[in-house]
């Protein structure tokens, strides 16, 4: 993948481009930045401009030995870790990135979508359902190590992406920061997170950090026209995007996200139960989404949280900065004026709550309950 097979980002590829050609390669780096903006295909990008043979114009030329084997991601000296897991495991078995089904799936995918695909797409590439969640373990450490510890094959540089390092467990996470703190010569790494918040301060603390910006309005417009001769029609589009490829392509009709519309479907229930006063139906609200794994209790949340934001703006009369179409926007223009200046932050706040203690491994019938009836109570009070 070249710099050129990058939308956007025009700004961090020259900077990309100029610390290699400067000779000034940091030695551990973090990419944070959503999948939509393009943080994993840049993060390949720029692993493929390190190893190329005959930089040209600051990108890679696209036809050397060492291009066209990253273009495959088979090269010998590029190095992948991801989060996996998959059904029907026996007890005591461990699951790691680099076993031959995995990889098979990974290139796969990458080939398929250019690099751009959300951590669901990847898991559901792995048919992991509704309660398994991919994970980076401990022995993924152990193998890291092996794989860097020879000599690097081919390139100057040993290059290992680390794609939601989020999602180590802290045994792993322990052992990557060692790794980190006593790295091996000419060798690069590479995290690629959605979530840095929930990564250990001192593994940020180790690493220079990439920020990858959303995407602007006239970057996705080209793509926006492709679907929409209208140019307004278009513009629009690429605007409701809100700066992510991958949003665009789903409102363009190109991918049908199955979890986010579930997830609407979800926050539309818990409003008119908590309308509509109904406690016993919200706990047994509670009782169903207890049973989704914690990745796709984080993603609802936060998608909650994204509605509860355009409901306000609508409620505020500030339609233009809304990112709402179809389904979405008929809900939350209906929705609206339930949801003000009063009660707007205490829902939030409670949003934020659960995410909190999701992420801390809190038991979820519990936390779901708590946090239906509190939305409901704020709900309630606007009825």
Known sequence: MRFADIIGQEQLKEHLVRSVDSGRI????????????????????????????????????????????IEQLAHPDLHFVYPVNKQGKKSGEVVISNAREFI???RTLFTKSGGYFTPRQWFDTLNLGKTLKGVISAKESEEIIRRLGFKS????????????????????????????????????FILV?????????????????????????????????????????????ARLA??????????????????????FEAFC?????????????????????????????????????????????????????????GEEADFCKKFAPFIDSQNIEPIVEQIESALRQINQNGNPRIVFTHFALAVSKFIRRRK
């Not at 696209?62 to 084997?69: F, L």
Request: proline letters at 3%; aromatic letters at 6%.
């Open 242 to 263: 809100a700066g992510d490829l991958l949003e665009l392509k789903r409102l363009m009709g190109q991918s049908e996200d199955e979890v986010i519309k579930e997830n």
């Open 104 to 106: 098979e799936l990974w």
């Open 26 to 69: 940091s030695h551990a780096q973090l990419f944070t930045g959503s999948s939509g903006a393009g943080s994993l295909a840049l993060a390949v990008a720029y692993a493929q401009y390190i190893h190329c043979q005959n930089r040209t114009n600051g990108d890679s030329c696209g036809v050397c030995p060492s291009c066209r084997q």
């Open 269 to 325: 229930s818990i409003m008119r139960l908590s309308y509509n006063d109904k406690h016993l139906e919200l706990m047994n609200w509670a009782d169903e989404v207890a049973q989704l794994s914690r990745e796709r209790q984080r993603g609802m949340l936060i998608d909650f949280s994204r509605l509860l934001r355009e409901a306000y703006m609508l409620h505020a009369g500030v339609e233009k900065a809304s990112y709402l179409w």
């Open 153 to 188: 094959f081919e390139s100057e540089y040993k290059t290992m992406i680390i794609w939601l390092p989020e999602t180590m467990n802290e045994e792993a996470a322990n052992r990557i920061l060692k790794i980190l703190e006593e790295p091996w010569d000419k060798t690069v």
């Open 193 to 237: 997170s959605e979530r840095p918040d929930l990564l250990l301060k001192t593994i940020i603390s180790r690493t220079q950090e990439v920020n990858v910006p959303r995407l602007t309005i006239e970057d996705l417009l080209p793509i926006a026209m492709q679907s929409q001769t209208d140019s307004v029609k278009a513009h629009n589009m």
